[in-house]
């Protein structure tokens, strides 16, 4: 069965450290895969998304995330993280066929430490 | 305009009312979809709308029906919920139905008493 995981479900970091958020998929075909940030009562903001080439993709707010298909792996990174990133982290993978289902990762809660 | 929006921000209703819930797009997007969100876990999907009729139903309660008026706007109307059901409601919209990103609007906050 099609699957997202998100080993840490809390990360703390100092404002100005680098940041990594992990994300693991099981799934058989070409993985579509999605990075979303969902602050307290908001909706999901989209960060970044891969679907083919080049395997490092930048997104909005200095994020990125690379695509590793031998570790199914679809990391996301900052250099250096502001207060405001303080938020919900969501890692999907989009059904292939005409779905349009997103799976979620249980996401992870980023602290950010002034 | 690049947003999905959503009204209304917050409701609170009873387990005997019939409430909507609306969500709009003006991106041309051709689909559209509803979420559902319990405290501290992912979007759950609900229903998928294609081009203005319903793709997708995720065996979701007949208490809950979804309404597809034009491209535009989405609804999803409410009657005889249970308090299990309070929840944030997410709308999104994609380009069309498959391999598209999705956008969210900011979601209801149901609250059912």
């Known amino acids: 069965a099609q699957s997202v995981t998100q080993p840490d479900i809390h ?46 993709v930048q997104g909005i707010k200095g994020f990125e995330a690379e695509f590793k298909r031998s570790q199914s792996s679809f990391n996301l990174r900052k250099p250096s993280v502001h207060w405001s990133d303080a938020a919900e982290y969501f890692c999907a ?4 066929g005409n779905t349009g289902k997103l799976i979620f990762g249980q996401g992870t809660t980023l602290q950010v430490k002034p | ?25 003006h991106m041309g997007h051709r689909a559209m979809y509803w979420y559902k969100q319990k405290a501290k876990k992912p979007p759950e999907l609900m229903f998928v709308y294609s081009y203005e009729k319903l793709s997708i139903n995720e065996s979701v309660p007949s208490r809950f029906s979804p309404e597809c008026p034009n491209s535009s706007l989405l609804n999803l109307h409410l009657h005889a919920l249970q308090p299990e059901d309070s929840a944030l409601y997410l709308c999104a919209s994609s380009q069309d139905w498959g391999v598209n990103e999705q956008f969210f609007g900011p979601g209801t906050r149901l609250t059912v008493l």
């Open chain 2, 1 to 25: 305009d690049t947003e999905v929006t959503q009204t209304p921000k917050h409701l609170v209703m009873g387990m005997t009312n019939k409430k909507s819930l609306k969500c709009e797009q």
């Open chain 1, 11 to 56: 990360i703390t970091v100092s404002e100005g450290a680098s940041l990594e958020l992990r994300c693991n998929y099981s799934y058989g075909a070409t993985p579509y895969l999605f990075w979303y940030v969902q602050s307290p009562g908001q909706g999901l903001q989209l960060l970044l998304k891969y679907f083919s080439g080049d395997t490092l």
């Open chain 1, 93 to 96: 993978v989009l059904l292939s």
